[in-house]
């Protein structure tokens, strides 16, 4: 069954989540980088009395000699224009600017997060008017409004912590803003208040938890934008003249001929400063992002792995089949760890005309299949043996140009209609006829028009809808239009992947038609990949059950459903609702499907299989002959042959 | 709510900002303890007459607006006096005409030296955006193309560097290296030049403006760079560029048709919130340069106590972005097609 | 209506306010998501509402529970009248009516513990000083099949499976001891051989807790076995309630007719003719005129155009709305 890890004390709960958030950030370079510098410059300041040679307030000695001497062993970085030692100054300075970038960011911190907080979730008048007072200070310049109000008001240390700190909110309370409406939208909120959760409940226990790790990277930036407005505004001349910042240092060296003189070193250690800090708070922000609010950092145009062949294929394509898939094996790579098995030595085969369904739950590897027939896969994807025949020529070896050309005009996908799987920012005529025009490119640009309108007349859509865009299409619509658009080129085979998933069952019907009178009208061959024992039933000829990754079953659909041999086929038709059968009780199948990095030895349905022997667990079955038209792979079957 | 209604709201709203900027400005500058004009009528070594008269000059002896005769300190005063007489109403009728007020240190009319300057900010944040945005642009599509290989590290490396970089500290190290280089110190022209032929005029106005420009490209180009990639990577990662790879489109092609344009939508609403902080970057990059331009006038302006000066450009600058970002608003309704219709 | 009958809705409607087509009408426009809902439900039974998307199924849930607040029509518990009380009046009720979502993923939040989550309503009704709070909770998860319950206090959502986070779900709704549960498609999101798992759990609480149940679907086979009574809704209505076997056997309404037609059924030997309908369920903001159901009507008479169909008895229990029906 499931794996029992004992579970950890409540009072190391804290430990265990730090440690595991720890686990996860270590990983990012960036990031431990980042934390380093940081901590490296923040030891710097706090031990500065130790660490730095001259005293910050050692003006006694500084003569007109003193004045911008260059580095030497007494001053390693020399002096500035008072004759002091600037490696000293440059540790206390951080002092200084650490500590102005602190607060301030704090204020502004505690400011953005509570409107941000109340704006999102109380919404309403509430909502309005703290946004558009954000919106007004987002839109004026800070840094000249800054120079304004210092310049009116005293140049103190304190001052400035306010200043930039009152006016440095906006970006935060617009985050938290959008963050807190996207967790007030999700359901378990919703639950939360259907219990009869209170404001207080709902924002402590569900909001803040979800919030606060946006506002931690938030903070972060906060600190380091704070710290660059402290420096300039030091360096314009608004700065504490008692309190010698980094920008401070600046200020005077410029301004007091350290670059006529040539004094370098009063203007590079302390702009240095600034950059390490800034670049310090910068790298640790992207790590914390990573960790805190993960993206995939992978998309659909990154190169992909180039196949290989375990075995040494030496069958050659039978001709009477229009697509044939011979012992498919694909494996998803991750560095550092072993790579996963999704799908392992699959074989099907169509005929023209022919429909066939690809039947399986979650994580049984058909979107896998069906996405590597084109060589479709994610970067991480990698065919690891077999062959893909279409037509005689084996796709998997293809070169990138040649695969291109069969790509749409030889097979062609449907995929599920969802409101991205068109570009929403192009009509929809117009991304039917871009395919038309990429592989018929001798097609009459006169009659594009009159064919993307022919077109979508065959699946049901007015001509008028032509030159709208996806979002105006209702989900029904944006499936036949996927349709329209898949049969542009007049291919042979078409593969839908769960085409009717998401669509109410009146629109499925719909689309079923469609596709069966289609295949019919046009002599289409098609592979069906669907979760769906009913649907599969109503239009296949034949039919492939996956589990795990491998061919459970495989024969024709009359055989499948009333002569099932494998456990897991007979098993999910019982899980199956039959509406003839009302008063069937529905049985399920214990447990749930093996993780791809976790495959069980033997069998992989052997740890749910209510038939399971002795060897089930540890030798995988192979795939065995019941008739010419019928496999299973099951060791209850070689037994009984 | 249909398009037009949408534009109306969005222009009404950017009025309403510029009229609470206005407001904004002249209260600061009422509230706010510094201004040395009535700091200077306190100063006891002056005698009456010359107090009363500097009073008069700056409008000073007028009330500050209704019920308040003065707001630091705060003074009571009569409620039922003529609106139109108090310091408010003039400061507004004032900027209907167009007046800014008096410099104090030039006595030339603040909306006069704003004037010659605007121009030359323009100038040089316009080609420093425009350049920044090309090669941000540019070096971000890339970075995403090749996503996860060394280029990408680099470009993304590079740009964080390039964005930790306080303005000001990059103009000064590359002045530094610029006049050891032969690069002029400051400036917009050499003195003498309005007499040369046009093309050398340019030219040496090029040149003035070279490291400027160079300095406002580096900080900005990171962000765009970043932006961009960012945007990118969201866009390759939808599901329709699946199925233009499915389709049998070349990668070229895909960027082309599918993917460069829904990126660059963000991009658009970037740079519009972005202009403000460019502004910031236009008085460091003009302090450091000496470039004659508005940001500069506002640091003069500081080191002089000028503060005519430093409310006119305050508010020029505000209402400019303020401008700005409603035209990059209605751009952004405009391209995308979702917004377009109900 | 009789006196076994606890929970009673009587002219239900829900009207969302959608705005003005321009700055120049005077008039709103408005979104009837429910347009319309009688039902009476007994303690212990089971009752399933059927519909496509449009329907106004889920609204209808939202307003039961309380979560939104009905623009007309009346909800009465037990004889009291619930249908417009605030926060604090409806936290009584609210622990009698419990709700499971459709979406395990979304239903808990990835921040608390199995234990956390499960521990919440007792918490919010003010149970949670009691001495047998770890009890309660542990007897919440393990009638609800997480069993032994020790192994999941600690857990987090994201260890555990669909199957198991739905469990959590039900074990949440469970342990303020309700007398009725909402479940809004509880099922549609997990794989097909687990769903029997969940549907017959509520089957068993119904008989060992005495839950009634509302079960909201799309997929009439998956209740067939369990639920007495079947309601068949269609843009804001309901056109069909009755037992799940009259309605199955003996479906009386176009609309149930043709919806029965196409649920597939898995054995290809039976492929029957199917009622496909023509077009989309229409936008609930344009109602159709007379009958709703007339524009996709294959039966549809001339009368059907103008009159809004009265509801036609069957039999004691099988009703449904159709002029046709009408004598």
């Given at each position: 069954m499931e794996s029992t890890t004992q579970p950890p004390e409540p009072q190391n709960q804290w430990m265990a989540r730090f440690l595991e958030f720890w686990q996860t950030f270590k990983k990012n370079r960036n990031g431990l980088i980042g934390l380093g510098m940081l901590a490296f410059i923040l030891l710097l300041a706090i031990f500065a009395p130790v660490i730095a040679p001259y005293d910050s307030s050692s003006t006694t000695s500084a003569g007109l000699s003193d004045i911008y001497n260059p580095p030497s062993a007494q001053h390693w970085f020399g002096t500035d224009d008072a004759g002091q030692d600037v490696f000293s100054n440059f540790i206390f300075g951080a002092r200084i600017s650490l500590t102005v970038g602190f607060f301030a960011a704090f204020i502004s911190i505690i400011i953005g997060g509570v409107f941000g907080l109340v704006a999102g979730f109380f919404g309403g008048r509430w909502e309005n008017f703290i946004m558009r007072f954000t919106d007004i200070f987002l839109v004026i310049p800070d840094l000249p409004l800054m120079v304004v109000i210092v310049a009116l008001t005293k140049p103190s240390l304190l001052n400035i912590i306010f200043v930039i700190g009152l006016l440095g909110w906006t970006t935060t309370a617009r985050v938290v803003r959008s963050q807190t409406l996207a967790v007030k939208s999700r359901k378990f909120v919703l639950r939360a208040r259907a219990i009869g959760a209170g404001k207080g409940h709902i924002v402590i226990h569900h909001i803040l938890p979800l919030v606060m790790p946006i506002l931690v990277v938030q903070a972060v930036l906060v600190v380091s934008l704070a710290i660059l407005n402290e420096s300039a505004l030091s360096f314009i001349g608004l700065g504490d003249p008692t309190a010698l910042s980094w920008g401070q240092m600046l200020n005077y060296a410029f301004g007091r001929g350290a670059m006529s003189t040539g004094a370098w070193w009063a203007l590079v250690v302390p702009g240095f400063g600034i950059v390490w800090v800034v670049l310090g708070l910068t790298l640790l922000g992207q790590g914390l992002e990573k960790v805190l609010n993960p993206r995939l950092e992978t998309h659909h145009l990154m190169p992909g792995r180039l196949s290989v062949q375990k075995e040494a294929g030496t069958s050659a394509s039978n001709k009477e089949f229009l697509l044939e898939v011979q012992n498919l094996s694909i494996n998803y790579v991750t560095e550092g760890q072993a790579p996963a098995r999704a799908v392992e030595n699959v074989s099907f085969a169509l005929k023209e005309g022919e429909l066939i369904g690809l039947v399986g739950e979650s994580g049984c590897g058909k979107t896998t299949l069906m996405l590597s027939l084109l060589r479709l896969l994610p970067a991480a994807g990698q065919i690891v043996n077999g062959r893909v025949f279409f037509n005689g020529k084996d796709l998997v070896t293809l070169s990138d140009e040649d695969l291109n050309d069969i790509r749409w005009s030889g097979i062609s996908i449907v995929f599920q209609g969802a409101m991205n799987a068109l570009n929403p920012v192009r009509t929809v005529g117009d991304q039917i006829a871009e395919a038309i025009t990429k592989h018929l490119p001798a097609f009459p640009k006169e009659h594009l028009q009159t064919r993307v309108v022919e077109l979508l007349d065959l699946v049901?859509?007015?001509?008028?809808?032509?030159?709208?865009?996806?979002?105006?299409?209702?989900g029904g619509m944006r499936q036949r239009a996927m349709i329209a658009m898949a049969l542009a080129c007049n291919p042979q085979v078409i593969i839908a992947d769960e085409p009717t998933t998401a669509l109410d069952v009146m629109i499925q019907a719909q689309i079923l038609d469609l596709l069966d009178s289609l295949r019919k009208k046009l002599g289409l061959a098609i592979v069906f990949v669907t979760h769906d024992l009913g649907v599969v039933a109503e239009i296949c000829d034949k039919v492939l059950v996956m589990y795990g990754g491998v061919t459970a079953e495989y024969a024709d659909v009359d055989v499948i459903y009333n002569d099932p041999k494998h456990p897991y086929t007979q098993e999910l038709l019982k899980a199956f609702p039959d509406l003839t059968k009302p008063k069937k009780k529905l049985s399920s199948i214990p447990g749930y499907p093996p993780r791809l990095d976790a495959l069980p030895a033997g069998c992989r349905f052997a740890p749910r299989c209510p038939a399971a022997i002795a060897r089930c667990h540890t030798e995988q079955p192979a795939l065995h002959k019941i008739t010419d038209a019928h496999n299973a792979s099951c060791h209850l079957i070689e037994a009984s042959q | 709510m249909n398009r037009t209604n949408a534009l109306l709201k969005k222009t009404a709203w950017s009025v309403f900002t510029i009229i609470f900027v206005i407001i904004l400005n002249f209260f600061l500058f009422r509230v706010l303890p510094g201004d040395p004009a009535r700091a200077g009528i306190r100063d006891p070594r002056l005698k009456k007459e010359a107090v009363e008269m500097l009073r008069v000059r700056f409008g000073l002896d007028k009330p500050v607006i209704n019920c308040f005769e003065s707001l630091n300190p705060i003074k009571v005063g009569s409620c039922a006096i003529n609106p139109l007489d108090t310091q408010f109403f003039i400061y507004v009728r004032n900027l209907m005409q167009g007046e800014l007020g008096i410099s104090y240190h030039t006595n030339r009319p603040v909306a006069d030296i704003l004037a010659e300057r605007l121009w030359n900010t323009v100038l040089l944040i316009g080609a420093g955006q425009i350049l920044s945005i090309v090669i941000g642009v540019a070096f971000g599509i890339f970075a995403a193309w090749k996503a996860r290989t060394s280029v990408d590290y680099a470009a993304v490396t590079t740009s964080l560097i390039a964005w930790s970089l306080p303005t000001f500290w990059l103009g000064i190290i590359l002045l530094f290296w610029g006049s050891a280089n032969g690069f002029p110190l400051a400036g917009k022209a050499t003195p003498g030049m309005s007499s040369m032929p046009l093309l050398q005029q340019w030219g040496d106005i090029a040149r003035h403006m070279f490291l400027p420009t160079l300095t406002y490209t580096i900080v900005y180009m990171g962000e765009y760079t970043l932006i961009m990639r960012s945007s990118l990577m969201d866009v390759l990662s939808e599901d329709y560029i699946l199925t233009a790879k499915a389709k049998g489109l070349s990668t070229f092609q895909i960027l082309k048709d599918h993917a460069l344009k829904n990126a660059m939508l963000p991009l658009v609403t970037v740079i519009a919130i972005n202009l403000g902080f460019t502004v910031a970057g236009a008085i460091q990059i003009e302090a450091v340069f000496s470039w004659p331009g508005l940001g500069s006038a506002i640091y003069e302006a500081v080191v002089r106590r000028d503060f005519p000066v430093l409310q006119g450009a305050f508010l020029l600058i505000a209402v400019a972005v303020i401008l700005a970002n409603l035209i990059a608003d209605l751009t952004y309704n405009y391209l995308d097609p979702r917004v377009q219709t109900e | 209506m009789s006196k076994d009958d606890f929970l009673v809705v009587r002219g239900l409607k829900k009207f969302f306010d959608v705005g003005r087509p321009s700055l120049f009408s005077r008039r709103s426009r408005y979104l009837h998501a429910v347009d319309g809902v009688n039902f009476t439900l007994r303690h212990s039974e089971v009752i399933a509402l059927v519909g496509e998307s449009g329907c106004g199924k889920s609204t209808l849930a939202l307003l039961l529970m309380g979560l939104e607040d009905p623009t007309e029509g009346t909800i009465t518990y037990e004889g009291r009248n619930i249908t417009h009380l605030n926060d604090h009046e409806r936290k009584d009720v609210r622990r009698k009516i419990q709700m499971v979502f459709q979406d395990p993923y979304e239903s808990l939040n990835p921040t608390q513990t199995i234990e956390d989550i499960i521990t919440e309503p007792l918490i919010v009704h003010g149970f949670?000083?009691?001495?047998n709070r770890e009890e309660r909770v542990k007897k919440a998860l393990e009638d609800a099949g997480l069993k032994p319950a020790d192994v999941y206090l600690k857990r987090y959502p994201h260890e555990l499976s669909g199957g198991q986070r739905q469990r959590v779900v039900i074990a949440a709704a469970l342990v303020l001891e309700p007398e009725i549960i909402l479940a809004d498609e509880p099922v549609s999101m997990l794989d097909v051989s687990i769903r029997a798992e969940i549907i017959n759990l509520l089957a068993e609480l119904r008989i060992t807790r005495q839950i009634a149940v509302i079960f909201i679907t799309h997929d009439l086979g998956s209740v067939g076995f369990f639920a007495d009574r079947v309601a068949v809704m269609y843009l804001g209505r309901i056109v069909e309630i009755g037992t799940m076997l009259e309605v199955l056997e003996n479906p009386q309404h176009p609309y149930t007719k043709a919806l029965i037609s196409v649920i597939p059924v898995p054995n290809p030997r039976l492929r029957h003719e199917r009622i496909i309908l023509q077009g989309e369920t229409p936008n609930p903001i344009d109602i159709p005129t007379g009958c709703r159901f007339h524009p996709r009507c294959p039966v549809a008479l001339t009368a059907c155009n103008v009159s809004d169909p009265p509801f036609v008895a069957q039999s004691k229990t099988h009703q449904t709305a159709c002029l046709l029906l009408v004598k």
């Open positions: 049901g859509i007015a001509a008028d809808h032509k030159d709208n865009y996806p979002h105006q299409y209702s | - | 949670a000083n009691n001495a």
